[in-house]
Structures are given as structure tokens and as C-alpha cells.
């Protein structure tokens, strides 16, 4: 069983942004998350990082997510900039820092539908991938639930495609913690992230968001190529996610440039 967590306990005050740090809206925002046998993150990321398990059914089990979304309103977040709308979607595994005791995560890596690309994939060596990215979402306003949700990600490391819906019957269920609000701080606010550089080197990057207010979803129908590529979650797993979790628009604040451990 995962510790009790209070979400209190894990807000900080946003740290100023400066330099390059960018502002930006994150729309269509879910989290679809497995979870598969630990032994199956075997080799993925370095000694300094332990997976943070979860049991359930007597299984020392590993959580990773699928969190698509539409950056609205990319920004500096600190001088007069040019705005860019484009299509997202990160790969990441729940960890735990041995160094710091931190809890964060390991990204494996995004798919990214914009020009810009070139930048974090090319400068910074961030393994970010092309892709072009699709999203045709149905929003009711009075509930302010998904009547329909489809995201498409053509690209040749990580094409994917999900369905998700909305119900107002939908719970909040976490096998293996105390409470839900214990999931939720687990699941929705860990602030730092480390990834293999395209270099193979170590890297690591911050971000900063308020609380979100995710609501829960049901998955009709999903495939993603990574998962399945790296035998992380086989294709006939990938219909029966652990949780899944939407929140229509919030604001996130990433501090950049990300920085090489070591």
C-alpha cells in the first residue's frame, strides 16, 4: 500500500520565472495510466532512480502514463512573445529520486506536432520525437464532461491513438492507495522529470502547476506503438488502463533551459 499523501503538503510557491522559462495552457489534458509488473522497467532508467510501486492483488506493480494535450498559448513567461498552438503527448514513468527522495518521473520521451521541435530535439538533445498530432473532442458545457474524445498521433517512434468518454457515473478508483486524494498527488503532481539526452546523457527539467482538476474518464479504445514496441504494455493490454483522468484546460510553467545531471 502507498503512503497517505495531502496534495497541501506537496504545493510550493510558483518559483519566479526568469530567462526563457515558458507560460503555457495545456488543452484537451488527460493522464491514461497502466500498471504492469515491475520487472518490466528493467534497464530503462539509471541506478540513481527506483520505480515507485504500487500493490495490487499482492503485485508489486510500476505505473506509466499517456498524457496527450494541445499546448494553447505557448509563451515566454516572463518578455512579449509570439504564441503557438501545437499537439503533445508524453511518455513517462513514476519514479523516485534516491539522491533527493523526490518523487518524480522518467520520460521516455514526446511526440510533438510543430516547427519548434527543432529546438528542445536539437539544442537542449531532449528525446523528443515529429509527430502529427490530431484531436477531435466533444465537450458538453453544462457538465463540462467529454461527450467525445479522440486524439491521433501519426509518427514513426510513437504513432497512437485514443478514445476516451465521460459520464457523470464515473469514479475515482485507485487499487493500491490508501485514498484517492493519496492517487492524485501521486498521479498529478510530480514537478521534476529526468530522460536520456539524445547524447545519452542524464537530463532533468522542472515545471510548476496549481492543483488540477482532473475528472475521471473511461477508455473505449487505445493503441500505443511505444508501449507495445518497448514490451512495457502489450497491445492487448492497453485496453484496460488502470485510471484515467481528463482536465479540459490548466496552466503549466516549465523552467528552462532543462540542465544535465552530473
Not at 506536432?113 to 498530432?133: E, F
Not at 476516451?164 to 514537478?191: K, M, R
Not at 474518464?217 to 512495457?232: E, V, Y
Amino acid at each position: 500500500m502507498q503512503e497517505s499523501r495531502k496534495l497541501e503538503d506537496y504545493l510550493i510557491e510558483k518559483p519566479k520565472p526568469k530567462g526563457i522559462d515558458v507560460l503555457c495552457g495545456l488543452k484537451h489534458f488527460s493522464i491514461i495510466t497502466y500498471a504492469v509488473p515491475s520487472d518490466r522497467f528493467q534497464g530503462i532508467f539509471p541506478e540513481r532512480f527506483q520505480l515507485d510501486t504500487v500493490e495490487i492483488n499482492g503485485q508489486e506493480m510500476g505505473l506509466i502514463s499517456v498524457v496527450p494535450f494541445i499546448d494553447v498559448d505557448f509563451t515566454s513567461a516572463v518578455f512579449p512573445f509570439p504564441k503557438f498552438t501545437m499537439g503533445q503527448t508524453n511518455y513517462r514513468i513514476y519514479i523516485i529520486d534516491t539522491e533527493t527522495g523526490e518523487r518524480c518521473v522518467w520520460f521516455l520521451g514526446t511526440t510533438l506536432d510543430s516547427w519548434t521541435l527543432a529546438v528542445p530535439r536539437y539544442l537542449w538533445n531532449l528525446p523528443w520525437h515529429a509527430g502529427k498530432v490530431s484531436f477531435d473532442c466533444t465537450l458538453n458545457e453544462v457538465n463540462g464532461l467529454y461527450e467525445m474524445y479522440h486524439m491521433e498521433t501519426e509518427s514513426d517512434w510513437a504513432a497512437a491513438s485514443v478514445d476516451l468518454i465521460q459520464s457523470e457515473s464515473d469514479l475515482l478508483t485507485f487499487p493500491g492507495f490508501p485514498d484517492v486524494e493519496s492517487a492524485l498527488v501521486y498521479l498529478t503532481h510530480p514537478l521534476a522529470g529526468f530522460y536520456y539526452r539524445r547524447d545519452k546523457k542524464l537530463g532533468t527539467y522542472r515545471v510548476w502547476h496549481k492543483e488540477l482538476e482532473v475528472k475521471p474518464a473511461k477508455l473505449k479504445s487505445a493503441n500505443f506503438k511505444l508501449l507495445s514496441d518497448l514490451d512495457i504494455v502489450k497491445e492487448e493490454e492497453q485496453s484496460n488502463p488502470y485510471s484515467v483522468l481528463i482536465e479540459p484546460i490548466n496552466e503549466f510553467t516549465i523552467y528552462l533551459p532543462p540542465t544535465i545531471v552530473g
